[in-house]
């Protein structure tokens, strides 16, 4: 695929339904139009490692993404095939749980034009206890909507069986649709502006104190979640033309675009409806529908529907976008002899990884049993703890010790970028209260997958157990 096709795939991957149901999350983390704030601090935080992507894409441009940079980084004979087994035993869970919060999304949005899938049927507290950790706890929600959520997941599944020419042109398909819905709330929005309503800053808006720094940490929480998805083109780089070129383009701007069109759909809204309206918005059903109810607002009932069938295109697009890029990467894996062999397995009929694509469709329908904010903040906390700071840490190691390495594109300003990168995601993790609870995931899927690992080693005779690995089962 080329260069468009590629930015079309990671913009379909960062616009999903997240944006049009966090923005009233946004304003009350904030608690004003400053929360325009948290978007723009996303932005920088995303072009910062954004950068970090870029370098790295283009010097190791092969399917695979972070699973390459990692094993490269920290040595493919030693400690970068644990820390890269380690990446996508994660990766098993994180994927999964990132195209189930599209599916939850999408579902919950559904509930403005059918309104009977927002009931419950089932609300259970799961909780498990662990020596020396503590509890972990998930909620369980079944509602009609789940069930939306999890066909979702298995409609994608079926679409992504096909050849990869065939899925670039669905993807400008159905990257139209994420054009034509954007555009519509951001042209609806100019066209009913009201400066002084959508930068009606509360007094002491910007004063520095704990509870502008907390609600800050909560908003670039919400806004990084939506931003991610700028890396997504590095899990395909091995089928990009010119990857050493395209991947860094398709990166940032990805990333630029999505940044304008974040903060444009965001001032159109507070232009129309006030933040003090969005701040009370506090319920989930609220929160499902505020584009909806914004487009209701300015031209009636046919046009938040009209509003809602879009949203739905939109995240569905993403879903898909997230399926097709990480199924690659087990693969990847698998092909390394690095990762369970049954994940290197191809379609007889169109030489794609249906292994893996099944597996992580499966397991993100079973993610569709829990509530949309668990499954956020597990995979926040996984993420940035066991794939971007250790990105970031990588590329600063790696210039130190191969400065003549190959590097067709360079970081600007090196190597602050990474540094920001670094403490914006510590920043993230330390301003929330429960972080310490939310760690916990992380921790015991990091203990897991060192056990496995250490055990699979074992068998096969690779390191650290013994130099040189052999053929072995698993």
């Known amino acids: 695929m080329g260069l468009s096709s590629a930015v079309a795939l990671n913009m379909l991957d960062m616009i999903g339904v997240g944006p049009f149901i966090t923005l009233p999350l946004v304003v009350v983390a904030m608690h004003g139009p400053q929360a325009l704030l948290g978007w723009l601090l996303g932005a920088v935080l995303s072009v910062c490692d954004g950068l970090v992507v870029a370098e790295l894409g283009a010097s190791m441009p092969r399917a695979g993404g972070?699973?390459?940079?990692?094993?490269?980084?920290?040595?493919?004979?030693?400690?970068?095939?644990?820390?890269?087994?380690?990446?996508?035993?994660?990766?098993?869970?994180?994927?999964?749980?990132?195209?189930?919060?599209?599916?939850?999304?999408?579902?919950?949005?559904?509930?403005?034009?059918?309104?009977?899938?927002?009931?419950?049927?089932?609300?259970?507290?799961?909780?498990?206890?662990?020596?020396?950790?503590?509890?972990?706890?998930?909620?369980?929600?079944?509602?009609?909507?789940?069930?939306?959520?999890?066909?979702t997941c298995a409609f994608a599944v079926v679409l992504l069986y096909r050849r990869i020419t065939s899925i670039g042109r669905l993807s400008k398909w159905l990257w139209g649709g994420v054009l034509v819905t954007v555009a519509w709330v951001i042209s609806a929005g100019i066209t009913h502006f009201h400066a002084a309503q959508a930068f009606d800053f509360p007094p002491g808006a910007f004063t520095p104190s704990t509870s502008f720094f907390t609600g800050l940490g909560a908003a670039l929480l919400v806004t990084a979640y939506d931003y991610w998805g700028y890396y997504n083109i590095c899990y395909l780089a091995g089928e990009v033309e010119k990857p050493e070129r395209n991947v860094p383009r398709a990166v940032l701007i990805s990333v630029g675009l999505v940044a304008v069109i974040y903060l444009l759909m965001n001032v159109s809204v507070l232009g129309v409806i006030p933040w003090q309206q969005l701040q009370g918005q506090t319920s989930e059903n609220a929160r499902s529908s505020v584009i909806a109810v914004f487009m209701q607002q300015i031209y009636g009932g046919?046009?938040?529907?009209?509003?809602?069938?879009?949203?739905?295109?939109?995240?569905?697009?993403?879903?898909?976008?997230?399926?097709?890029?990480?199924?690659?990467?087990?693969?990847?894996?698998?092909?390394?002899?690095?990762?369970?062999?049954?994940?290197?397995?191809?379609?007889?009929?169109?030489?794609?990884?249906?292994?893996?694509?099944?597996?992580?469709?499966?397991?993100?329908?079973?993610?569709?049993?829990?509530?949309?904010?668990?499954?956020?903040?597990?995979?926040?906390?996984?993420?940035?703890?066991?794939?971007?700071?250790?990105?970031?840490?990588?590329?600063?190691?790696?210039?130190?010790?191969?400065?003549?390495?190959?590097?067709?594109?360079?970081?600007?300003?090196?190597?602050?970028?990474?540094?920001?990168?670094?403490?914006?995601?510590?920043?993230?993790?330390?301003?929330?209260?429960?972080?310490?609870?939310?760690?916990?995931?992380?921790?015991?899927?990091?203990?897991?997958?060192?056990?496995?690992?250490?055990?699979?080693?074992?068998?096969?005779?690779?390191?650290?157990?013994?130099?040189?690995?052999?053929?072995?089962?698993?």
Not at 86 to 105: D, E, R
């Open 302 to 474: 046919w046009a938040g529907k009209l509003a809602t069938v879009l949203i739905l295109w939109t995240a569905f697009g993403s879903i898909f976008s997230l399926l097709l890029g990480y199924s690659r990467v087990p693969y990847a894996a698998a092909l390394d002899g690095n990762y369970f062999e049954v994940f290197g397995r191809l379609h007889p009929r169109h030489k794609f990884p249906h292994v893996s694509l099944l597996v992580m469709g499966v397991v993100a329908a079973a993610f569709c049993l829990l509530q949309l904010a668990d499954v956020i903040a597990a995979l926040v906390v996984i993420r940035i703890l066991l794939q971007f700071l250790l990105q970031q840490v990588g590329l600063l190691i790696l210039r130190a010790r191969h400065p003549e390495m190959p590097r067709p594109f360079r970081m600007w300003l090196y190597p602050l970028p990474a540094l920001c990168a670094i403490a914006g995601f510590i920043y993230i993790l330390i301003s929330r209260p429960n972080f310490l609870r939310e760690i916990r995931y992380a921790v015991v899927l990091l203990v897991a997958g060192l056990a496995l690992y250490f055990f699979r080693a074992l068998r096969r005779g690779e390191w650290p157990w013994r130099g040189a690995p052999r053929a072995g089962s698993a």
């Open 66 to 151: 972070p699973y390459e940079y990692l094993k490269q980084i920290y040595g493919p004979k030693g400690l970068g095939r644990m820390m890269s087994f380690l990446f996508i035993w994660q990766l098993t869970f994180s994927a999964p749980l990132s195209i189930a919060s599209g599916c939850i999304g999408l579902a919950a949005y559904a509930g403005y034009l059918w309104p009977n899938l927002r009931g419950v049927w089932l609300r259970h507290n799961l909780h498990l206890a662990i020596p020396l950790l503590g509890r972990l706890e998930a909620n369980v929600v079944i509602t009609p909507g789940t069930w939306l959520a999890m066909g």
